[in-house]
């Protein structure tokens, strides 16, 4: 039973009064501007439009801002302002191949067509402070230029195996159908691969790496290798209804991965090389190869795996990987729940009171 | 120049809108700052959506939805042309710019002068900017040595 109870209304009207003067912090300490957040929070920028499924950089540095930093309400505010639009309609699949290249490296080849582009990382940083950033006013650093660009194109390494007839092959399914939107329709099990490559991709960042450690642990049966990772520039295509032919939209920052995992045959299938397919919006690595190594555990079904493990299990991975349903769950435990927790309170109290009269009446009849 | 000789117009405008959905909204208010923006009308006023962005597992497999991005759109007419205009972000005043722009460039009367004053400049710039993002992440590329023991 839900009983309406008036009052609390000032109390939220102060509420926002005061976590706004919270959010600005000491006054004497100048205003976070949007665009530098955008511009020097970037990473941040790139985990908060993953999960909140919407590529906009402005709005992500916005909605970093207004939640004080905190990337899951900043997720959740990009996905309620994603409802407020209209769809447009779907773009083309994007070109990955066809990647403006800022960094691409493979942990299976040494030299390969392209090479190995480090790019901007972390990987080679000592994790040790830079406090010269604690001063203001730096000198801006500018980062050397090589003679030549990198290759236009570079070839994806589980291409170069395919060639080979070593890597279970990626083709588009008869007729290549539209992919399934679980922003439109409910999410039914089993689900196929554009299901789970969808709802991995709006996932958490910290449960799907959380997923791979224990695949790679031993709660999963994969070893997986770093077959390929790429960040760089990308198109986006729009057919144009007005027009009747596609143009550019623009370009967007993508992650990928491609994790090489062992092999699989069958009776008519030579053993082959499995994979995992990792892909994200911005520069977003870790994300990426999470997902790479998840969505190879949640093949089971496909290669007869027993799917033993959590990672395994779509239900539960599908079910759990979004942090903006898991926190909407998890935190309306906030909101009052006084009418079912009296119901709690009075049964407690007629157990423990049944519980006595029964155990006098016990010790009334052995006297 | 014989008809066949001429480019396809429908590639023509999809290397316009390209470059205009790249493009700084500065850059395209400066074309009009002398005489403002022409006549116009607007059949199709600017509107933010979004488009669910596709990708295909493995990079050439079964097409899923990766998540959307912001777009805006504008569709007017100048004289006779139709300008088109849908370009990522929520830039309503770029999208009735590039809209403007793509119906003006339709008119051999602006043709030439829009494309050395705005396109060919749009173009080098993206050019030069790639090209310097390509020549400092290949400032990072590996090059592997071999290191020689002993004495040959």
């Known amino acids: 039973m839900y009983v309406a109870v008036k009052g609390g209304e000032a109390a939220i009207l102060a509420t926002h009064d005061l976590v706004a003067e919270e959010r600005r912090g000491d006054p004497a300490v100048p205003e976070l501007s949007v665009a530098q957040l955008r511009e020097q929070m970037a990473l941040a920028v790139a985990r908060v439009m993953n999960e909140g499924s919407l590529f906009d950089e402005d709005l992500a540095a916005l909605a970093l801002k207004q939640s004080q930093g905190d ?41 390969l067509p392209g090479g190995q582009v480090l790019g901007p990382t972390y990987d080679y940083t000592h994790r040790l402070f830079d406090f010269a950033l604690a001063a203001e006013g730096g000198e801006v650093k500018i980062a050397p230029e090589a003679v030549a660009p990198l290759d236009r194109t570079m070839p994806r390494v589980p291409d170069i195996l395919g060639a080979e007839g070593l890597m279970e092959p990626e ?34 960042e910290g449960f799907l790496l959380g997923l791979a450690y224990s695949v790679q642990r031993g709660f999963g049966g994969n070893h997986p290798f770093a077959g390929e990772i790429r960040m760089g520039e990308v198109s986006v295509g729009f057919d144009v209804p007005e027009l009747g032919f596609s143009i550019d939209l623009g370009e967007i920052t ?15 299938v030579p053993p082959q090389f499995t994979r995992g397919y990792g892909l994200v919006f911005g520069h977003c690595e870790r994300k990426a190869m999470s997902m ?35 926190a909407g769950f998890v935190e309306h435990l906030k909101l009052p729940h006084y009418v079912d927790f009296q119901g709690e309170l009075e049964l407690l109290r007629k157990i423990r009171r049944e519980q006595e009269e029964r155990a006098a009446a016990n010790r009334e009849a052995a006297e | 120049m014989s008809r066949a000789d001429l480019p396809d117009p429908n590639e023509v405008r999809k290397r316009r809108l390209a470059l205009l959905a790249r493009a700084d909204r500065a850059a395209l208010e400066r074309v009009f700052a002398g ?30 939805n990766l998540g959307e991005a912001t777009v805006t759109r504008c569709v007017v007419r100048v004289g006779d042309h139709m300008g088109v205009s849908y ?7 770029k999208a009735r710019l590039v809209a403007v722009i ?23 710039a993206l050019r030069e900017a790639r090209d310097r993002a390509s020549r400092k992440a290949a400032a990072t590329k590996v090059e592997f040595f071999t290191l020689v023991r002993g004495e040959g």
């Open chain 1, 292 to 326: 790479a190594i998840v969505d190879r555990a949640l093949k089971a079904r496909q290669f007869g795996e027993s799917a033993d493990y959590p990672a395994q299990q779509e239900e539960f991975v599908l079910y759990h990987a979004d942090n903006v349903e898991a």
């Open chain 2, 102 to 124: 793509d119906a003006l460039m339709q008119d051999d009367a602006h043709r030439d002068a829009l494309e050395a004053e705005l396109l060919g400049p749009l173009e080098d």
């Open chain 2, 35 to 64: 005489a403002g923006l022409p006549d116009h009308c607007v059949l199709k006023a600017e509107e933010t959506g979004t488009v669910m962005v596709e990708g295909r597992a493995g990079g050439a497999g079964r097409r899923f």
């Open chain 1, 171 to 204: 083709t588009p399914p008869e007729g290549d159908p539209r992919p399934f939107d679980l922003t439109r329709d409910p999410v039914e099990f089993p689900a196929d691969r554009d299901v789970r490559l969808q709802t991995l991709a709006r996932g958490d």
């Open chain 2, 87 to 93: 370009a990522l972000g929520r830039d309503k005043r």
């Open chain 1, 71 to 111: 990337a899951i309400e900043a997720a959740f505010l990009m996905r309620a302002y994603r409802t407020t639009l209209p769809r447009f309609g779907s773009s083309e699949p994007v070109d990955t191949a066809a990647m403006a290249i800022r960094r691409r490296i493979s942990a299976t080849y040494k030299d």
């Open chain 1, 254 to 268: 993508l992650t990928e991965c491609q994790m090489v995992n062992q092999f699989q045959g069958a009776k008519d």
